[in-house]
């Protein structure tokens, strides 16, 4: 994977061949930010150009041998490490390396919802184990192939458990020879202080409307220009949200069902007294809740109110241009956006965020979503 296949990041581009030109590759590099900008494909494409025997000053030749091997995901001197969930096939991320080569290779923008469709699961926790650490070892003991650097990339190294944590910490303390370390985080508060502290962050913007809209034209030149903008615009920044919001309209509409269904009946208990409305509410929050919808699609969710909040309070001014909504959407806040006002616009995304990192926290998602029906019908009465 080349520079030049990576939608956007030019300035961190630009500091990762500045870092290689001045000599200054630091042992273990931490990528963070949020999901779908392109963090593991940077980090491959990095590893690519400083193993590059012909780079330019742009990127990677492409077409050397090591270059094509790197294109495979299958350069000796590459190594991965992901979350996985154990089972007959093993406990180790060898295990599954073709399904996350073939992942990458298909759809480099993923997320961990993605990858958990790879597997074939639905409701386990996939995480990295301790005995993963013991690879790693090992296969940073072996000698070099082209006596380059050895490249451990490490995708969601926050999904480690603590004995595979503390192993790393001791191998980032202490690095073999001409190893490069290139963990590759959106959640890089829930790792060790000490892993933080022992590696070089980069953190990785969201990609702007244009970036998004401009790949999105090129890819799906039969879209209209309005409608690829409003994709864009409601990525927020994430190029794999505005893959999904495009392919997968059906999941987009259910998220709008659950909105308005969560917000109408917030607002009847709230402002009506109808208690009929608060039952509704609890079926509500036990359905989000349910197991089979799964973590990643429920943080879509709460992302996706987020959104809706803003587009409902910017609705308020009258400002056509300002507002990227689907018509559902649009006819929905005609009637709701005057409920979304500076008196509770704030609290209400406070909450929504809340509920978000809970989730992500591996919180009870029935309290969580109950819990946030009930902070909607304070807010939205206001």
């Known amino acids: 994977m080349r520079f030049s296949d990576i939608i956007g990041q030019e300035d961190v581009k630009k500091q990762l061949r500045q870092a290689v030109s001045d000599g200054r590759i630091a042992h273990a590099q931490l990528f963070t930010g949020m999901s779908g900008i392109g963090k593991l494909p940077l980090a491959i494409a990095y590893a690519q150009y400083i193993a590059c025997p012909y780079r330019t000053a742009e990127d990677s030749c492409g077409t050397c041998p090591t270059c094509l091997q790197y294109q495979k995901l299958q350069h000796p001197d590459l190594h991965f490490v992901f979350p996985i969930v154990k089972s007959d096939n093993g406990d180790v991320c060898d295990s599954y390396i073709d399904k996350f080569r073939s992942i990458i290779t298909n759809t480099p923008y993923f997320n961990l919802d993605d990858w958990y469709q790879a597997l074939e699961i639905e409701t386990k926790q996939a995480i990295i184990y301790e005995k993963e650490s013991t690879e790693i070892l090992r296969k940073l003991s072996l000698k070099s192939f082209s006596d380059g650097y050895k490249v451990m990339i490490i995708w969601l190294p926050e999904k480690m458990n603590i004995e595979c944590a503390n192993k790393l910490l001791k191998l980032l303390e202490e690095p073999p020879i001409k190893t490069l370390f290139l963990l590759v985080s959106e959640q890089p508060e829930l790792l060790l202080s000490t892993i933080i502290s022992r590696s070089q962050e980069i ?16 890819n799906n030149p039969d879209i209209s220009a309005t409608t690829i903008n409003n994709i864009a615009h409601n990525a927020n920044g994430s190029y794999l949200t505005a893959i999904k919001q495009l392919n ?14 969560l917000m109408r009946n917030a607002w009847l208990v709230g402002q009506k007294k109808d208690y009929s409305a608060l039952l509704q509410l609890r079926k509500w929050s036990l359905d989000i809740a349910d197991a089979k919808v799964g973590r990643e699609k429920q943080k879509s ?24 909504q689907t018509e559902d959407e ?35 998602a029935k309290i969580i979503f109950f819990d946030l029906c009930l902070q909607m019908i304070v807010t939205v009465k206001k």
């Open 330 to 364: 649009r006819q929905f806040s005609s009637k709701f956006a005057p409920f979304i006002h500076e008196d509770n616009v704030e609290r209400m995304m406070e909450e929504l965020s809340r509920a978000e990192q809970q989730i992500s926290q591996n919180g009870n």
């Open 248 to 261: 997968d309209c059906a999941e987009n509409k259910q998220y709008f069902n659950d909105f308005v269904a």
């Open 203 to 218: 953190r990785i913007p969201r990609l702007s409307e244009h970036t998004i809209a401009h790949a999105l034209q090129q």
């Open 301 to 324: 969710f709460l992302q996706y109110a987020q959104r809706q909040i803003r587009e409902n309070y910017i609705y308020n001014f009258s400002c056509a241009e300002m507002n990227y």
